[in-house]
Structures are given as structure tokens and as C-alpha cells.
């Protein structure tokens, strides 16, 4: 599979040629083979690329994201058509059953919080012993609200007692900017599977395109949790983004076996969506999280 991550922070020219991307500036020229690359990040407005480019990465599935002019992602290329039977998928997702998906969300919110256990340091005993806890009373579907109640004490304990996510500093900011570019990810994983990411299991906003993505996200993000704590930035500009966007690189074990982290979002995404089709939670594949 792709793996480069390729980051456009500047001035540049970027056309497609004989399979490769060609990234002009005014000091070199750049060719990288589209087959190596799973994430094109434009970070610069005074970037210009041609159609027959974005034809060429649309057709490799290649997830192109769009920064505006303080360099946040506002926007992303998502394909019309993800698979030759894209229509016999969505059928099966309207279709889903309703006591699959409450099963498939408690697994979800249950990876997560396993996820965000591990991020919290052996000196908390106490909100260890409560996370652990939570993951124990999970009922199909959340219905008592685990997930939140472990939220409260996770990021309480990670960035201290009066951190709030509502709050607006550059924690916070880091931590969107990095969910942002993990939601973009299953997006693509999403659409190329030939299904809709706006039928979600859990979430169901009717202003929110990316419903399943947003229900598939969810235990990836103590990944992004853990490189925003490890960084501790008190700025986020293009060296603090690379290195949360380089959390993708980032080697973990699923299925048995290790993967980048953008590799192994396509093999989770594939599971529970394979568990929705066959009524089967013990189809998921949920990753590890000793890195």
C-alpha cells in the first residue's frame, strides 16, 4: 500500500507526468510516484496544480487535503465513485441492522477507551481504575454514556485539571488539527470501500457529511492524543503540523501483525465494515496501543 505522507508548506507548480507527481519551486524540481503516496497535504494557498493531476490522484485514491491561508485544513478531495459496486453497498449500509451497529458503537467506544487508558500515566491510579471501569460497564450502544464520563477524566489527566476541550488554546488546536487529518483519512478509506460517510452508526447529524467517519475515527485518536502530549506545543505552526500529520508513519500492530498507522486505518475500516455486512463484531480488528 502508500505510504508517504507529502506536504506542500510553499510557492509550488504541481503537475502529473508519466505516473508521478512533479513538484516545481523555484529552486529544484521533484518527481514522487503517485503509487507511494497516501496523503497529499496542501498547506500553502499559493500552491497551483492542474486537473489532469487531480484526476490522476483521484483515480489512486490518493487523499488530497486543502489548507486555507492560516495553513488549517478546510477542505478535502473525496471521489465521486468509490468501488464498481458502489450501488449494492449503500443498499446494505441503509440496511444495516440496528442491534449490529449498538453492538459495533460499544465496540468502538470500548477500543477508545482502552486507547485512552493507555496514554494515561501508571501515577493516576485512581483515573486508571476508573477508565478501566467504563470499559467494563459499556452497554450496546453507550447507552449510559461511558464514552463522555471517560473523556472527562482521560483529558483531565493528560493536560491537567482545568484543561477543557472547549477551551481555546493551542492544545486544542492541535488536537482538531490532527483529528481533522485522521477523519480525512477514513474518508477516503469510507468512499473507496464504495460506501457513504454520511450513514453513520452513531452519529446521524443531518448537517454532518462524515457521520460513519466520525463513528470510525474514534479509537484512532489517543494516537493523536499521545503525539500532541509527547510534543506539548505552545505554538502550531508548519513544524508542529508535520509532526502531528507524521503520527500516520507511525508503526502500531493489528490483525496480528504491525502497520503504519494509515495502513492500519484501512484495515480497520475494512472489519467493521465487514462486521456490519455479516451481523459479526468479532470481525473487528482493533489496533494496539503500545507503540
Not at 58 to 72: L, R, T, Y
Not at 138 to 157: Q, S
Not at 189 to 196: P, R, T, W
Not at 239 to 250: A, F, G, M, T, Y
Amino acid at each position: 500500500m502508500s505510504w508517504r505522507i507529502v506536504v506542500i508548506k510553499s510557492k509550488t507548480k504541481l503537475d502529473y507526468k508519466m505516473e508521478y507527481l512533479v513538484v516545481r519551486t523555484e529552486e529544484k524540481t521533484t518527481r514522487i510516484h503517485i503509487s507511494e503516496i497516501s496523503l497529499l497535504l496542501i498547506e500553502s494557498t499559493a500552491v497551483s496544480l492542474t486537473a489532469y493531476l487531480i484526476a490522476e490522484l483521484a483515480k489512486k485514491k490518493v487523499k488530497v487535503i486543502f489548507c486555507d491561508e492560516k495553513s488549517n485544513p478546510i477542505s478535502e478531495l473525496c471521489n465521486l465513485y468509490g468501488s464498481y459496486d458502489t450501488s449494492r453497498k449503500i443498499k446494505e449500509q441503509i440496511n444495516w441492522k440496528e442491534e449490529t451497529k449498538k453492538l459495533v458503537w460499544a465496540d468502538i467506544v470500548r477500543t477508545k477507551i482502552r486507547g485512552q487508558l493507555s496514554n494515561i500515566p501508571i501515577s493516576f491510579e485512581k483515573e486508571r481504575q476508573l477508565l478501566n471501569e467504563y470499559i467494563n460497564q459499556i452497554e450496546p450502544l453507550d447507552i449510559t454514556n461511558r464514552e463522555g464520563h471517560a473523556a472527562k477524566v482521560y483529558f483531565n489527566a493528560l493536560f491537567g485539571k482545568n484543561f477543557s476541550r472547549s477551551d481555546g488554546n493551542v492544545i486544542n488546536s492541535a488536537l482538531n488539527y490532527g483529528y481533522s487529518i485522521l477523519l480525512s483519512v477514513f474518508n477516503r478509506e469510507i468512499v473507496s470501500s464504495g460506501y457513504l460517510t454520511q450513514i453513520g452508526i452513531f452519529h446521524s447529524n443531518m448537517f454532518n457529511n462524515f457521520n460513519l467517519s466520525c463513528d470510525m475515527v474514534e479509537p484512532f485518536r489517543p494516537f493523536v492524543d499521545r503525539a500532541v502530549l509527547r510534543l506539548n506545543p505552545t505554538k502550531l505552526e508548519h513544524e508542529e503540523k508535520v509532526k502531528i500529520v507524521n503520527v500516520l508513519n507511525e508503526t502500531i500492530q493489528i490483525g496480528g501483525q504491525n502497520h503504519y498507522i494509515s495502513n492500519a486505518i484501512h484495515i480497520y475500516t475494512s472489519s467493521v465494515l465487514e462486521a456490519l455486512l455479516e451481523n459479526d463484531v468479532s470481525k473487528i480488528k482493533s489496533p494496539s496501543y503500545e507503540l
